[in-house]
């Protein structure tokens, strides 16, 4: 996390692309409260930091078993979005990650798109990954079912470190909607670390998506009401999205 942090940090309002830089470039927005989204776009579009440690590197993404990375990206929507050119990700795919943050509403929306370049059908477990700022002190506070057990049956999982309402914000990690009939292969939350795993299958020259929701708020009782109105997946949260768009997600 320091040496992360010890590289150059830049602050990026409205431009029309993200130039290649010799450190480490965020693209930083905040929210209507305050809280801050900070984008790794000349890395992976992983949440670098956060407010105040929320993150320490989350919602990366895997293909294939390999780490998507991004070496640019475009602002988009007024500077409210960022979002990075299509990546080969080894001999069969191509992965595009986007980033969208609203003025009202203290959440970010991932959307990864990825391609099959193959002429024949393909099976690819794709990952979302990353680690939480509450370190050790990490503890879920509510879950879609209500059991407070990280499940794939879930929708989404709200977590904390020591105290509700105080240290860190308090985080809910939104994985699937509402009616949908993909499940996580795999879902597990180690301490801090977070993985969810899901298995795609696309046809040929195909493109599937999946769609995240990263929530910072105060305390878990406005984290657990964020993610119940993310996952009906209703107008705010499918904002800039396409109809093609909104066909493609799997989650």
């Known amino acids: 996390m320091l040496a992360r942090k010890a590289l150059l940090l830049v602050l990026l309002v409205v431009a029309p692309a993200i130039a290649m830089g010799a450190g480490l470039r965020l693209f930083q927005v905040r929210t209507?409260?305050?809280?801050?989204?900070?984008?790794?776009?000349?890395?992976?579009m992983g949440m670098s930091n956060g407010l105040n440690d929320a993150y320490d590197g989350c919602y990366?993404?895997?293909?294939?078993?390999?780490?998507?990375r991004t070496p640019s990206a475009t602002i988009l929507y007024g500077g409210r979005g960022v979002q990075s050119p299509r990546t080969a990700v080894g001999n069969l795919f191509k992965v595009s990650r986007q980033v969208?943050?609203?003025?009202?509403?203290?959440?970010?929306?991932?959307?990864?798109?990825?391609?099959n370049t193959s002429s024949s059908k393909q099976s690819v477990e794709v990952e979302v990954f990353g680690n939480l700022g509450s370190d050790s002190s990490t503890k879920v506070t509510?879950?879609?079912?209500?059991?407070?057990?990280?499940?794939?049956s879930d929708l989404w999982f709200v977590t904390d470190d020591f105290e509700d309402g105080?240290?860190?914000?308090?985080?809910?990690?939104?994985?699937?909607?509402q009616g949908s009939k993909r499940s996580p292969e795999r879902i597990a939350l180690d301490m801090d670390n977070i993985s969810i795993r899901y298995r795609l299958k696309l046809a040929p020259?195909?493109?599937a998506a999946l769609v995240f929701f990263a929530v910072q708020t105060s305390n878990s009782t406005e984290a657990t009401k964020l993610a119940r109105e993310l996952t009906a997946f209703g107008a705010p949260a499918k904002a800039h999205l396409s109809t093609e768009d909104i066909r493609r997600i799997q989650n």
């Open 60 to 68: 990366m993404l895997r293909v294939a078993g390999s780490e998507v």
């Open 32 to 44: 209507a409260n305050n809280f801050l989204f900070d984008v790794m776009v000349e890395s992976n």
């Open 142 to 152: 509510q879950t879609s079912d209500n059991d407070l057990s990280v499940e794939t």
């Open 100 to 115: 969208y943050v609203p003025t009202k509403g203290d959440w970010a929306r991932y959307y990864d798109l990825i391609v």
């Open 166 to 177: 105080a240290g860190d914000p308090t985080l809910a990690h939104v994985f699937r909607r």
């Open 205 to 207: 020259r195909g493109r």
